[in-house]
């Protein structure tokens, strides 16, 4: 099912689970299972997505809209995690997708590395949607602002009202339930917050299918 509860950075195992009998002809092909969450991009249009498993070659994944098969797409695991392929089968809510060129399977799938020197820290995939956000600090008065981007972990907010960093707030997302954050950074009237606990993949992918997109 794709409707799954998952951890907010996945998991992964050694396994040959889930292949077709195409993937079994080509005996060579060495399959992880991931379950790992990330942002396919279509035609221009991206959405969630869950890689189910992954090869040097190629990987399969639980997708929401429909996609055809040969069309170009790219993966986003987290933003230094990014890679491009062809669809090549579709099924129910699922694709098949093959690389590009091969990647390491264990460098694509590392666990998020410490801050570098130049203190970027990569972060896991952004979606743009429009909604309107209230943000209740523990003191002070209530900031408002329109939605950038949403992830797993965390908002960008657009907004006039002055904000503080390390500040926590009740963040109310139009059509989400109300969840505990930390502002994290405050530059240009822009403001991120990191959310306390990560949000579920069904519950942001149920929000993504019935809110509108940004252009």
Not at 26 to 34: C, F, I, L, M, W
Not at 83 to 97: E, F, K, L, S, Y
Request: charged share 30%; net charge negative.
């Amino acid at each position: 099912m794709l409707h799954q509860k998952i951890g907010a950075e996945g998991s992964s195992e050694v396994s040959t689970a889930g292949q077709t009998e195409e993937d079994r002809r080509h005996g060579s092909e060495r399959y992880v299972t991931v379950l790992k969450v990330g942002r396919a991009v279509v035609d221009g249009q991206d959405q969630l997505c869950l890689v189910r498993n992954m090869s040097r070659e190629g990987a399969k994944l639980d997708i929401y809209h429909e996609v055809q098969k040969d069309q170009k797409i790219t993966i986003e695991l987290r933003s230094d995690r990014v890679v491009t392929g062809t669809v090549r089968w579709v099924g129910d809510h699922a694709a098949g997708i093959e690389f590009d060129d091969p990647v390491d399977v264990s460098d694509m799938l590392q666990a998020r590395p410490q801050r570098s020197v130049l203190r970027k820290l990569p972060r896991s995939p952004r979606f743009l949607a429009q909604a309107h956000v209230h943000l209740q600090p523990e003191k002070g008065t209530n900031l408002t602002g329109e939605l950038v981007n949403i992830s797993l972990h965390g908002l960008c907010v657009e907004t006039v009202d002055d904000a503080k960093v390390d500040d926590h707030v009740v963040a109310r997302v139009e059509g989400l339930p109300a969840r505990s954050a930390r502002i994290c950074w405050v530059r240009q009237g822009m403001i991120g917050l990191h959310f306390d606990m990560p949000m579920g993949f069904s519950e942001l992918a149920h929000w993504l299918e019935n809110h509108p997109r940004k252009d």
